[in-house]
């Protein structure tokens, strides 16, 4: 009777290994390497949080190893590209986007998002331990009592990476990871580029819009003389109607410029991490203060598209879809598993644990899929056209990149040619101006032709502006279409 009963205890401690099999196990040495690597945050290494154990020194000075290592994946832009402005508000606008911006913040976020999935597929190559209690208790038939039994049942399980199925996966996911960083990068890349393009578009509008007040002033002047003119007879209705229609223009002109900076710079508020409701504190350098050391290039080699990160992105995209075909491709092999078991069984909590009462077993595996219904065939013809995808779109963005900086390079190149001619217009305008000057203040012409010529001068002012504006965003342009490492301009 009591080896009947011993037999049946046996049997619900097996039950209770069973059951403990589904219940996900702690991975102690995951855990432990993920207290002694440290987190890749915004381009800086971050160091997670201590451990309340002490830590030996040994044990120190390998993290400080693991944290030097870590800062060589980060990336780095060329940041000192927004010194050669001499803009002491910019590169503090700059810093502020670099701290505050939402999207870059979203980047770093989904960066440790890719970190630990790596992680956790990592988990997959060590191996796994539970532990648990199972007490319970039975009566048998024909007897009267009932006898209790507390187990401690122990599992500990490995699958054995013979085919390194498991670490490819790992490498797939750091892949992945990889990625992330790039797409970080392309994050920072555009939203400095953005920051700067508004900034100085703004710039361009406070000019434009003072321009816009001396404009229209000329041209109320312009308007009160014809006004007079008329009264006397001199000048015909036509041209009274045609300088007050002039005039009404320019009153809307400057409306459409204040929205247009109204916007810019809500969008800028934006950008930097501060609330639109501070546009009117914003600071920002003087048009005439603007300084531009920039060098535009004659040419650029193709091999300056390497520093930018989609490009980047597109060579790890293809080494991952390479590694996924080949772990598609290890899907027919079989899998190797081995598989602990240790438990203490007793009438008692109370009693004591021995080898007597001790279940144990050591168990290898060696399985194989024999049919699947063709899913593993569809899943690696999958991996291979995904591979033939990752590679195609790989030299698409190596061609989109090439057309990217030469476009940037040309618009440059175009902007600069049509600022300087803009600027030899004025140059003649201005020498125009001072002799017709100089014919007012001999009498020899009216104010009023003063005042139309002084006009002309505002309004060429004005594209000058415009045109040395387009030059800075377009360096802007080609700053991002070199990956933002370039030492170009």
């Not at 109204?262 to 501070?278: H, R």
């Not at 309004?459 to 502006?465: A, D, P, Q, R, T």
Request: with cysteine; net charge positive.
């Amino acid at each position: 009777m009591f080896k009947n009963i011993n037999k049946i205890k046996a049997g619900f401690l097996l039950l209770s290994f069973i059951q403990l099999n589904f219940i996900p196990c702690i991975c102690f040495a995951n855990e432990q390497k993920q207290n002694e690597k440290s987190v890749i945050t915004t381009g800086i290494t971050k160091e997670t949080k201590k451990s309340k154990d002490k830590k030996s020194k040994k044990q120190k000075n390998k993290n400080n190893k693991n944290n030097k290592n870590n800062k060589n994946e980060t990336f780095s832009l060329n940041i000192d590209f927004w010194n050669n402005y001499n803009d002491d508000y910019l590169s503090g606008y700059i810093q502020k986007a670099l701290s505050n911006n939402r999207d870059l913040k979203i980047a770093s976020l989904k960066v440790e998002q890719t970190y630990q999935q790596m992680k956790v597929q990592f988990a997959n190559e060590l191996p796994s331990l539970s532990a648990g209690v199972s007490p319970g208790g039975i009566k048998l038939p024909g007897t009267s009592s009932f006898d209790g039994f507390f187990s401690i049942p122990i599992i500990a399980n490995y699958e054995i990476d013979l085919f390194l199925k498991n670490h490819d996966k790992t490498k797939s996911a750091k892949k992945s990871y990889e990625m992330s960083l790039y797409d970080k990068q392309s994050a920072y890349l555009a939203i400095l580029s953005q920051v700067g393009t508004c900034y100085f578009n703004i710039v361009k509008l406070d000019k434009l819009i003072s321009l816009q007040n001396e404009i229209i002033e000329k041209r109320k002047n312009i308007y009160e003389i014809m006004k007079i003119s008329h009264s006397e007879g001199v000048s015909s209705t036509s041209d009274l109607v045609n300088a007050e229609k002039a005039y009404i223009n320019s009153t809307t002109d400057i409306i459409e410029l204040k929205k247009s900076r109204e916007l810019a710079l809500n969008a800028f508020a934006v950008l930097i991490g501060e609330s639109p409701q501070n546009i009117n504190e914003f600071k920002r350098i003087s048009y005439d203060e603007l300084k531009n050391e920039h060098k535009i290039p004659e040419f650029i080699e193709s091999d300056a598209i390497e520093n930018r990160p989609d490009y980047l992105k597109a060579q790890k995209n293809v080494e991952k879809s390479g590694i996924d075909v080949r772990i598609a491709k290890k899907e027919f092999l079989p899998s190797f598993n081995i598989i602990g078991l240790l438990g203490f069984q007793t009438g008692s909590i109370y009693s004591s644990m021995n080898w007597k009462s001790t279940l144990a077993g050591l168990v290898g595996s060696g399985m194989i899929s024999l049919f699947s219904g063709g899913r593993k065939i569809a899943n690696l013809k999958l991996n291979k056209n995904i591979y033939e995808q990752t590679l195609e779109n790989y030299y698409k963005t190596n061609l989109v990149a090439i057309q990217e900086v030469n476009d940037a390079l040309c618009s440059l190149k175009l902007d600069n040619q049509k600022l300087e001619k803009n600027t030899l217009t004025y140059n003649m305008e201005q020498k125009d101006f001072n002799f017709t000057k100089s014919k007012y203040n001999e009498g020899i012409i009216s104010k009023l032709d003063l005042l139309q010529k002084e006009e002309v001068l505002l309004s060429v002012n004005k594209l000058i502006v415009t045109s040395k504006i387009d030059v800075i965003s377009s360096e802007i342009g080609l700053y991002k279409a070199l990956g933002g490492k370039d030492n170009i301009l």
